[in-house]
T-cell receptor
Protein backbone atom coordinates (compact mmCIF):
# COMPACT_ATOMS: atom_id res chain seq x y z
CA UNK A 1 0.00 0.00 0.00
CA UNK A 2 0.86 3.66 -0.17
CA UNK A 3 3.18 5.16 2.45
CA UNK A 4 3.36 8.93 2.86
CA UNK A 5 6.06 10.68 4.84
CA UNK A 6 5.73 14.33 5.76
CA UNK A 7 8.15 16.82 7.26
CA UNK A 8 8.74 18.86 9.22
CA UNK A 9 6.34 17.86 11.98
CA UNK A 10 6.35 21.42 13.34
CA UNK A 11 7.19 24.70 11.66
CA UNK A 12 7.33 28.20 13.07
CA UNK A 13 7.62 31.22 10.79
CA UNK A 14 7.35 34.95 11.22
CA UNK A 15 4.30 36.59 9.75
CA UNK A 16 5.00 37.52 6.15
CA UNK A 17 7.61 34.82 5.63
CA UNK A 18 7.13 31.74 3.48
CA UNK A 19 6.48 28.21 4.72
CA UNK A 20 7.33 24.99 2.90
CA UNK A 21 6.10 21.53 3.82
CA UNK A 22 7.42 18.45 2.03
CA UNK A 23 6.02 14.98 1.47
CA UNK A 24 7.25 11.82 -0.17
CA UNK A 25 5.19 8.86 -1.28
CA UNK A 26 6.00 5.28 -2.15
CA UNK A 27 3.46 4.09 -4.72
CA UNK A 28 4.37 5.15 -8.23
CA UNK A 29 0.76 4.51 -9.28
CA UNK A 30 -0.47 7.41 -7.12
CA UNK A 31 -1.77 10.22 -9.28
CA UNK A 32 -3.65 12.53 -6.93
CA UNK A 33 -2.09 14.66 -4.20
CA UNK A 34 -4.34 16.80 -2.00
CA UNK A 35 -3.43 19.04 0.90
CA UNK A 36 -5.79 19.52 3.83
CA UNK A 37 -5.76 22.13 6.58
CA UNK A 38 -7.08 21.30 10.03
CA UNK A 39 -7.57 24.04 12.56
CA UNK A 40 -7.69 23.15 16.23
CA UNK A 41 -10.87 21.26 17.04
CA UNK A 42 -12.14 21.42 13.47
CA UNK A 43 -12.46 19.07 10.55
CA UNK A 44 -9.82 18.76 7.80
CA UNK A 45 -10.59 20.91 4.78
CA UNK A 46 -9.06 20.74 1.32
CA UNK A 47 -6.94 23.76 0.45
CA UNK A 48 -5.35 22.66 -2.81
CA UNK A 49 -4.74 19.49 -4.79
CA UNK A 50 -2.79 18.43 -7.83
CA UNK A 51 -2.94 15.57 -10.24
CA UNK A 52 0.08 13.88 -11.71
CA UNK A 53 -0.30 15.34 -15.16
CA UNK A 54 0.53 18.74 -13.68
CA UNK A 55 3.85 19.77 -12.13
CA UNK A 56 2.72 22.85 -10.28
CA UNK A 57 -0.51 24.50 -9.24
CA UNK A 58 -1.07 27.84 -7.58
CA UNK A 59 -4.01 29.42 -5.79
CA UNK A 60 -3.30 32.90 -4.46
CA UNK A 61 -0.73 32.48 -1.67
CA UNK A 62 -0.69 28.70 -1.85
CA UNK A 63 1.17 26.56 -4.36
CA UNK A 64 1.91 22.89 -4.70
CA UNK A 65 4.71 21.32 -6.71
CA UNK A 66 5.02 17.70 -7.73
CA UNK A 67 8.06 15.71 -8.81
CA UNK A 68 6.80 12.32 -9.96
CA UNK A 69 10.26 10.99 -10.73
CA UNK A 70 11.45 11.60 -7.20
CA UNK A 71 8.01 10.84 -5.71
CA UNK A 72 7.80 13.99 -3.71
CA UNK A 73 5.51 16.99 -3.53
CA UNK A 74 5.54 20.18 -1.55
CA UNK A 75 3.20 22.86 -0.26
CA UNK A 76 4.37 26.46 -0.38
CA UNK A 77 2.59 29.23 1.52
CA UNK A 78 3.80 32.75 0.84
CA UNK A 79 3.20 35.90 2.87
CA UNK A 80 2.03 33.87 5.83
CA UNK A 81 -0.63 35.28 8.11
CA UNK A 82 -1.64 34.30 11.67
CA UNK A 83 -4.77 32.64 10.33
CA UNK A 84 -2.55 30.20 8.43
CA UNK A 85 -1.64 28.64 11.79
CA UNK A 86 -3.02 25.09 11.71
CA UNK A 87 -2.02 21.50 11.02
CA UNK A 88 -1.48 20.70 7.35
CA UNK A 89 -1.78 17.18 5.96
CA UNK A 90 -0.53 15.96 2.63
CA UNK A 91 -2.04 12.87 1.05
CA UNK A 92 -1.33 10.66 -1.92
CA UNK A 93 -3.44 8.19 -3.80
CA UNK A 94 -5.90 8.08 -6.61
CA UNK A 95 -9.49 7.74 -7.60
CA UNK A 96 -10.33 5.17 -4.95
CA UNK A 97 -8.69 6.55 -1.83
CA UNK A 98 -5.78 8.54 -0.44
CA UNK A 99 -3.27 7.96 2.35
CA UNK A 100 -2.49 10.85 4.66
CA UNK A 101 0.81 12.00 6.13
CA UNK A 102 1.16 12.62 9.86
CA UNK A 103 0.75 16.36 9.55
CA UNK A 104 2.78 19.53 10.02
CA UNK A 105 1.83 21.96 12.75
CA UNK A 106 2.43 25.44 11.34
CA UNK A 107 2.68 28.36 13.71
CA UNK A 108 2.77 31.86 12.25
CA UNK A 109 4.20 34.31 14.76
CA UNK A 110 2.75 37.83 14.50
CA UNK B 1 -19.98 23.31 7.74
CA UNK B 2 -19.31 20.93 4.83
CA UNK B 3 -22.75 19.29 4.93
CA UNK B 4 -21.43 16.03 6.41
CA UNK B 5 -22.76 15.36 9.88
CA UNK B 6 -21.76 12.85 12.51
CA UNK B 7 -23.49 11.70 15.66
CA UNK B 8 -22.66 11.66 18.49
CA UNK B 9 -19.91 14.26 18.67
CA UNK B 10 -18.51 12.78 21.86
CA UNK B 11 -18.81 9.33 23.37
CA UNK B 12 -17.37 8.08 26.63
CA UNK B 13 -17.67 4.38 27.23
CA UNK B 14 -16.23 1.74 29.48
CA UNK B 15 -13.86 -0.88 28.19
CA UNK B 16 -15.73 -3.87 26.85
CA UNK B 17 -18.85 -1.97 25.81
CA UNK B 18 -20.08 -1.68 22.23
CA UNK B 19 -20.46 1.69 20.54
CA UNK B 20 -22.04 2.80 17.29
CA UNK B 21 -21.43 6.01 15.38
CA UNK B 22 -23.46 7.48 12.57
CA UNK B 23 -22.42 9.52 9.55
CA UNK B 24 -24.75 11.40 7.21
CA UNK B 25 -22.89 12.35 4.03
CA UNK B 26 -23.73 15.07 1.54
CA UNK B 27 -26.86 13.73 -0.12
CA UNK B 28 -25.58 13.45 -3.68
CA UNK B 29 -22.27 11.87 -2.67
CA UNK B 30 -22.08 8.16 -3.34
CA UNK B 31 -18.66 7.57 -1.79
CA UNK B 32 -18.28 7.49 1.98
CA UNK B 33 -15.06 7.02 3.95
CA UNK B 34 -14.31 6.29 7.59
CA UNK B 35 -11.03 7.36 9.18
CA UNK B 36 -9.53 7.25 12.64
CA UNK B 37 -7.37 10.11 13.88
CA UNK B 38 -5.27 10.08 17.02
CA UNK B 39 -3.40 13.03 18.50
CA UNK B 40 -0.49 14.09 16.34
CA UNK B 41 -1.40 11.81 13.47
CA UNK B 42 -3.13 12.18 10.15
CA UNK B 43 -6.44 10.54 9.35
CA UNK B 44 -5.92 6.79 9.11
CA UNK B 45 -8.09 5.01 6.53
CA UNK B 46 -10.51 2.44 7.92
CA UNK B 47 -12.98 1.62 5.17
CA UNK B 48 -15.00 3.08 2.32
CA UNK B 49 -18.27 2.58 0.51
CA UNK B 50 -19.54 3.27 -2.94
CA UNK B 51 -23.27 3.48 -2.50
CA UNK B 52 -24.14 0.53 -0.25
CA UNK B 53 -21.13 -1.60 -1.25
CA UNK B 54 -18.16 -1.71 1.10
CA UNK B 55 -15.27 -1.73 -1.35
CA UNK B 56 -12.27 -1.83 0.93
CA UNK B 57 -11.45 -2.38 4.55
CA UNK B 58 -8.08 -1.59 6.10
CA UNK B 59 -6.00 -4.54 7.23
CA UNK B 60 -5.48 -2.58 10.43
CA UNK B 61 -9.17 -2.88 11.19
CA UNK B 62 -9.80 -5.72 13.59
CA UNK B 63 -12.91 -7.85 13.39
CA UNK B 64 -14.30 -5.85 16.32
CA UNK B 65 -14.99 -3.06 13.84
CA UNK B 66 -17.85 -3.22 11.38
CA UNK B 67 -19.36 -0.62 9.09
CA UNK B 68 -22.56 -0.53 7.10
CA UNK B 69 -24.29 1.70 4.63
CA UNK B 70 -27.53 -0.18 4.10
CA UNK B 71 -29.35 2.17 1.74
CA UNK B 72 -26.40 3.96 0.29
CA UNK B 73 -27.11 7.05 2.33
CA UNK B 74 -26.05 7.25 5.99
CA UNK B 75 -23.43 4.90 7.40
CA UNK B 76 -22.77 3.40 10.81
CA UNK B 77 -19.50 2.30 12.35
CA UNK B 78 -19.72 -0.14 15.23
CA UNK B 79 -16.93 -1.08 17.59
CA UNK B 80 -17.53 -4.14 19.71
CA UNK B 81 -15.80 -4.87 23.01
CA UNK B 82 -14.05 -1.51 23.05
CA UNK B 83 -10.46 -1.25 24.25
CA UNK B 84 -8.57 1.76 25.54
CA UNK B 85 -6.56 1.79 22.32
CA UNK B 86 -9.76 2.54 20.43
CA UNK B 87 -9.84 6.03 21.96
CA UNK B 88 -9.56 8.41 19.01
CA UNK B 89 -11.45 10.79 16.77
CA UNK B 90 -13.51 8.90 14.17
CA UNK B 91 -13.95 10.95 11.04
CA UNK B 92 -16.33 10.39 8.19
CA UNK B 93 -15.88 11.92 4.76
CA UNK B 94 -17.90 11.84 1.57
CA UNK B 95 -17.27 12.68 -2.04
CA UNK B 96 -18.87 12.49 -5.40
CA UNK B 97 -17.99 9.85 -7.93
CA UNK B 98 -17.57 12.61 -10.44
CA UNK B 99 -14.26 14.21 -11.15
CA UNK B 100 -15.09 17.81 -10.38
CA UNK B 101 -12.58 20.15 -11.90
CA UNK B 102 -9.81 17.58 -11.51
CA UNK B 103 -10.51 17.13 -7.82
CA UNK B 104 -11.46 14.11 -5.79
CA UNK B 105 -12.14 16.32 -2.79
CA UNK B 106 -13.36 14.56 0.31
CA UNK B 107 -15.65 16.55 2.60
CA UNK B 108 -15.12 15.69 6.23
CA UNK B 109 -17.62 15.62 9.03
CA UNK B 110 -16.86 17.07 12.48
CA UNK B 111 -15.91 13.67 13.87
CA UNK B 112 -16.93 11.59 16.86
CA UNK B 113 -14.47 11.68 19.72
CA UNK B 114 -14.42 8.33 21.50
CA UNK B 115 -12.94 7.93 24.97
CA UNK B 116 -12.70 4.44 26.37
CA UNK B 117 -12.15 4.34 30.13
Amino acid sequence: GENVEQHPSTLSVQEGDSAVIKCTYSDSASNYFPWYKQELGKRPQLIIDIRSNVGEKKDQRIAVTLNKTAKHFSLHITETQPEDSAVYFCAAGGYQKVTFGIGTKLQVIP
Amino acid sequence: DTGVSQDPRHKITKRGQNVTFRCDPISEHNRLYWYRQTLGQGPEFLTYFQNEAQLEKSRLLSDRFSAERPKGSFSTLEIQRTEQGDSAMYLCASRSNELAGGSYEQYFGPGTRLTVT
